[in-house]
């Protein structure tokens, strides 16, 4: 409808909704209580849906008027519906990869990570690549022996993997870990010159430990590609669609709805949109393309698309990493590391390159958001932002930040003065809290670290997320997190920048349709919008914090149809 442009989209609107007032709804979902995000009408009984939209929220009585000899009727039995959830940032494709690479994630040591390969190696065939994605130092209970900055030497995991290449990425997805047969594929040597925005990580003796940071992962991801690329046109399609199956199905069982796709090529997106319009798609997808300039100045006109596949995808932006990420010490700072005094982080992109990014994207109508996790990074990208916005005043181009995990104070208010949208992750604050003072010292952390407080106070918009498969994508996660700022051991991480329970739900719906341009069509459950919901096993907007993590997603709902049922 908001393709069509204002006055038009609302007489076509109001003549749909005169129209379906006379037809019976195809589904009913009563009996409980409705939680509408709309502040028109916070809280209803009951929800009637035609076809792909709502029509009509109310009183259960006066949706019982809208039943048909054929329509569902869902009876919610006291529980809670709301808005699908939106995931802000995630990687669709990644979700989907990390459903089949060896989990690590939780592994209590280095030696742990070294036996789960070494498991896999038996089941593998010589030459096979193995890849594992999630663990994190942080969650060991003592450094590896030998180590430099705390990483291991890759020589434990190349003596139980001496005939497989073996890449292990870190669970921010900002380094990775090779043994030495991926090494040599990669042509990694001690010779080897990182690229910009790398680090290939050495021992005292000059040689590669194994461990990449950044832009000098893909190294050795270039060799993997290389073989991934001999395979039939036919295998490549059933393998991306295998990853986008799992991904939707995880997703889906979360009760998301929409999902905001921080980065993909050219040929994964170009996919979705075949799936999207075949139906077969699941999940509607905010696409952000991964793109060269050059690729973005050729391609960005005949790739964007608004509300394919009956609003099942749209591809309006576009992505880029300005920094790595807090763990593995790439985020770029300005002040040095507190436990790494040498070092500021990494400038993963340049901001002359950025700014051609964002002037590309403005005139091929596209939105950018761009990652930036240290304060340089975050201030880099603003001052990048305020020239180009400069010159396009009445434009609403509503750029993003990525993240926006550690903020100077002074940058604070430009969120809202630009304004640019501050797409950040709850459940990363809880996650990292073991590990950030360490990282920047108290003040710094104090001051900005995750200021989500800060940020909302100075009149900016927050969109939450899980950046999965960083995280899980479990939005409930994150709510908790956002809510609580409660990691899983020691106190609350500066519980005084917490998110109260409205605006971290809001965060969560009406603010990520917000960034999406689609807050017309999603976010609420208002007449008119699409029939995205979530039924819940408790109401998030007002039972205690700690019942938080015990909420269960029972139902699934995008538009109109049950994608998920727990009870099946």
């Given at each position: ?21 006379e037809k019976p709804a195809d589904l ?357 932002y305020a020239r180009v916005l400069a ?60 200021a989500w407080r800060r940020v909302l ?112």
């Amino acid at each position: 409808m908001r393709r069509l442009g204002g006055g038009l989209a609302i007489l076509l609107g109001g003549a749909l909704v005169a129209a379906s007032a006379e037809k019976p709804a195809d589904l009913i979902l009563t009996n409980g209580k409705v939680v509408t995000m709309d502040e028109a009408k916070p809280v209803a009984e009951a929800v009637a849906v035609l076809g792909d939209r709502v029509v009509l929220v109310g009183t259960a009585a006066e949706v019982a008027k809208r039943r048909g000899p054929k329509t569902r009727v869902i009876d919610l039995g006291g529980k809670t519906a709301m808005p699908g959830f939106i995931d802000g940032h995630a990687h669709l494709v990644g979700i989907g990869d990390a459903r089949i690479a060896l989990d690590l994630r939780g592994a209590k040591s280095w030696d742990e990570v070294v036996s789960r390969v070494a498991a896999a190696v038996k089941k593998a065939r010589p030459g096979e690549w193995i890849l594992g994605r999630g663990w994190h130092q942080k969650d060991w209970v003592s450094q590896p022996e030998p180590n430099v900055e705390g990483f291991p030497l890759h020589g434990g995991l190349s003596a139980v993997s001496p005939l497989n290449p073996v890449l292990l990425s870190h669970a921010s997805g900002h380094a990775a870990f090779a043994n030495a047969a991926a090494l040599k594929r990669g042509g990694v040597s001690r010779d080897t010159k990182p690229p910009a925005g790398g680090e290939i990580l050495k021992d005292a003796a000059g040689e590669p430990t194994g461990l990449l940071r950044e832009t000098a992962e893909d190294l050795v991801y270039r060799a993997l590609e290389a073989d991934l690329a001999k395979r039939t046109p036919a295998e490549k399609t059933a393998d991306l669609d295998r990853r986008i199956d799992l991904a939707v199905e995880e997703c889906l069982r979360k009760g998301i709805t929409t999902l905001h796709d921080a980065g993909s090529s050219l040929g994964v997106v170009r996919r979705y949109r075949q799936r999207a319009e075949a139906g077969t798609l699941g999940l509607r997808v905010y696409a952000m393309l991964s793109a060269s300039n050059e690729e973005l100045e050729k391609n960005a006109a005949k790739v964007r698309v608004v509300g394919a596949g009956q609003n099942h995808l749209t591809v309006r932006a576009v992505k880029r990493l300005a920094d790595g990420a807090l763990g593995s010490r790439g985020a770029w700072f300005l002040a040095p590391y507190t436990d790494a005094p040498g070092s500021t982080g990494l400038n993963t992109y340049s901001m002359k390159d950025l700014e051609r990014t964002a002037e590309i994207a403005v005139a091929n109508g596209y939105q950018l958001g761009v990652h930036a996790i240290g304060d340089r990074a975050n201030r880099e990208v603003l001052d990048v932002y305020a020239r180009v916005l400069a010159r396009h005043p009445k434009k609403d181009l509503r750029f993003r930040i990525e993240h926006a995990q550690h903020l100077d104070p002074a940058d604070v208010p430009r969120f809202a003065k630009l304004p640019v949208l501050a797409m950040m992750q709850g459940i990363h604050c809880t996650s990292d809290a073991s590990f950030v003072v360490a990282r920047l010292g108290e003040k710094r952390a104090k001051e900005g670290a995750y200021a989500w407080r800060r940020v909302l106070d100075a009149g900016a918009r927050i969109g939450n997320g899980t950046d999965a498969p960083v995280e899980d994508v479990d939005p409930i996660a994150s709510i908790h997190a956002s809510v609580t700022r409660q990691p899983a051991k020691g106190p609350a991480f500066f519980p005084e920048q917490r998110m109260t329970r409205m605006e971290t739900l809001r965060s969560y719906t009406v603010a990520n349709a917000y960034a999406a341009f689609e807050e017309d069509l999603k976010g609420t459950l208002s007449p008119r919008k699409l029939a995205d919901l979530v039924v819940l096993s408790k109401d998030l907007s007002t039972i205690p914090d700690e019942e938080i993590l015990s909420t269960r997603v029972l139902t699934t709902i995008v538009g109109g149809k049950v994608a998920f049922d727990a009870s099946r």
